[in-house]
């Protein structure tokens, strides 16, 4: 049996700690002895990990996590945090996720492991984590040191060997896998903390981040507003935003028309009350959250935004609108015109598409390098 250590900042908080969530989940106990390590204590958030799976954490106080260890992480090298945080020896050590985790594993120098990382972000967009090393060449030997660079997406993966020299042997594509009989069986569950009332609703999930648009998002809902004034957008999700969005959303005087709803371990019943998905991002790498919208089979909105073009085959299976504000006021309003055969069309290459995504693929891809 395989002793495998996957590495992320926490549990929960973006699509990236979901992802790795189900893919530890599904993975072949009977193959593989697991262990979940994550940088901050998510010791409250352990029960999303089935009971065989071991779960370690670095610290305990995030605050002295917050004080101390991002000032580490700039001096120190990846050699030296590994031996002080990687206390035990596995067969393969996982980053999952950029930045900190990317940094800590490249650290392992034993020819009997092997490193893998799984890159979800664009090293193009303004959350790429640079800062977490010492300069760029420490970042790119770090990179180049592991066996295996795994891209969620082709334009994450360009943007990555246009930036750094990495030799493209190492590289390959792999699309994020989704429990889809899951995420269709919890999107069926009932809503009870939000009324549905009359009026075309849109949804949009995610961190609330600058990355992720949401205030051009209300922006754009504003000018739409004035030619549909029935129409609602909730938003689900928490981050540094969220006053700023508050704000927004009172200075527009728009309270009863958007709604923040905040964190939701199951946003899949949310999104199955909406008439429509909409994405604002700026950047993407592959979004899970466009996916599960996918697989619950809703009409969707998107910026143009990287991963958009493979998830949704060229607008066959939701809208790619210009990645501006009149983008997404466009966007907005060619789903609201409900042209029902444009609509139907999508849905049925959704549900053509969703395959894509099964675990069933991801696996037999995966096992090719680990």
Not at 211 to 228: Q, S
Request: glycine share 4%; proline share 2%; charged share 30%.
């Amino acid at each position: 049996m395989k002793k495998v250590l996957f590495l992320i900042y926490q549990l929960v908080g973006g699509g990236a700690e979901k992802v790795m969530v189900d893919i530890v989940n599904h993975m072949d106990k009977t193959q593989y002895d697991i262990t979940v390590m994550t940088v901050i204590d998510c010791t409250k958030d352990k029960h999303l990990l089935h009971d065989e799976i071991k779960y370690r954490y670095i610290f305990k106080d995030f605050l002295k996590c917050d004080r101390l260890f991002f000032k580490l992480m700039k001096s120190a090298t990846p050699q030296f945090l590994h031996s002080l945080f990687i206390k035990e020896k596995y067969d393969i050590e996982i980053s999952a996720l950029e930045g900190i985790p990317s940094k800590i594993i490249s650290g392992n120098n034993s020819m009997e492991t092997k490193k893998i990382s799984i890159i979800h972000a664009d090293s193009e967009n303004i959350a790429w984590p640079s800062g977490r090393y010492k300069n760029f060449k420490q970042e790119e030997d770090s990179y180049n040191s592991f066996d295996k660079l795994i891209f969620v997406s082709k334009n994450t993966k360009k943007n990555f060997v246009n930036k750094f020299n990495i030799d493209e042997n190492k590289t390959v594509v792999i699309h994020n896998p989704f429990d889809i009989n899951h995420i269709i069986k919890k999107s069926q569950e009932e809503v009870t903390d939000y009324k549905q009332e009359e009026g075309f609703l849109f949804i949009s999930v995610g961190r609330l981040e600058k990355v992720k648009g949401f205030n051009r998002l209300i922006e754009a809902f504003n000018e739409v507003y004035k030619t549909y004034p029935k129409i609602k957008l909730l938003i689900i999700g928490e981050g540094s935003e969220k006053d700023n969005l508050s704000k927004q959303i009172r200075e527009f005087k728009l309270e009863n028309n958007i709604e923040l709803l905040g964190y939701r371990e199951n946003p899949y019943k949310y999104i199955n009350l909406c008439d429509s998905y909409i994405c604002s991002s700026l950047s993407e790498g592959l979004s899970s959250s466009v996916i599960e919208a996918m697989i619950i089979n809703k009409p969707i909105v998107t910026t143009d935004c990287g991963g958009m073009d493979e998830i949704l085959l060229d607008n066959k299976c939701g809208l790619i609108a210009s990645n501006n504000i009149n983008g997404i006021i466009y966007g907005m309003k060619e789903i609201l015109k409900n042209d029902n055969s444009l609509l139907m069309k999508m849905k049925i290459e959704q549900k053509r598409r969703i395959k894509e995504f099964s675990f069933e693929k991801y696996f037999s891809e995966l096992e090719k390098y680990i």
